[in-house]
């Protein structure tokens, strides 16, 4: 059964990277950014070293110089970036990791991307479509489940995920996690 699933999301990836977060804008005039972090918590993206940054399809792989907490949100510089007019030309790129450098879960976490697009059935067998995305409440962590041709309705679910009690098994091998939903909430 999943224990904790971790806030690494999928949007935007390739096969073999994940969206850590994004430049969102110059901070200051000696090259920082403001940075939106997708992980949790949100400082965990200052805990790598080298970022890959997409910008527009261009990747450059940049080791990250500093970054700390600052009010509500994150700044963080990178080497090689020591100008506002520098930091405004990366602006909006995306921050991507390996695959391969996210740190080893244990049995039955999983990260947020593994769990993306998984066919979400339930205990009778009943297909309810595929996790579109995930997002975080307060209480627990939400999968969005979009019906599709496939899935018995094309309604749009919104399911708790909470192991042991609604979800009931995921297997990333097969590509289905199980559930114990009724249908027509």
């Known amino acids: 059964m999943p224990n904790d699933v971790s806030n690494v999301p999928q949007a935007g ?25 997708y992980t949790s ?19 450059t792989t940049r080791r990250l110089a500093q970054g700390r907490r600052q009010g509500k949100g994150l700044v963080a510089r990178l080497e090689g970036v020591d ?16 695959k391969q450098a996210l740190p080893e879960l244990e049995a039955g976490d999983f990260y947020w991307y593994q769990l993306e697009g998984l066919r979400v059935v339930t205990l009778n067998g009943v297909d309810l479509g595929r996790v579109d ?7 627990n962590d939400v999968l969005v489940v979009k019906g599709d041709a496939q899935s018995i309705d094309d309604r749009e679910r919104l399911l ?5 009690e609604v979800i009931r098994e ?12 009724d249908p027509e909430f």
């Open 83 to 98: 100008s506002r007019e520098q930091a405004e030309q990366l602006a909006g790129a995306e921050i991507l990791l390996p």
């Open 41 to 59: 918590p949100m400082e965990g993206i200052l805990d790598y070293a080298e970022w890959v940054i997409d910008q527009r399809g261009t990747r």
């Open 133 to 139: 995305y995930l997002f975080e409440t307060g209480a």
């Open 13 to 37: 990836q390739s096969d073999d990277y994940v969206v850590l977060g994004k430049l969102t804008s110059p901070y200051g005039v000696k090259g920082w950014f403001r940075v939106y972090s």
């Open 160 to 164: 708790p995920f909470l192991p042991d």
């Open 170 to 181: 995921a297997n990333t091998d097969t590509g289905t996690l199980t559930v114990d939903w």
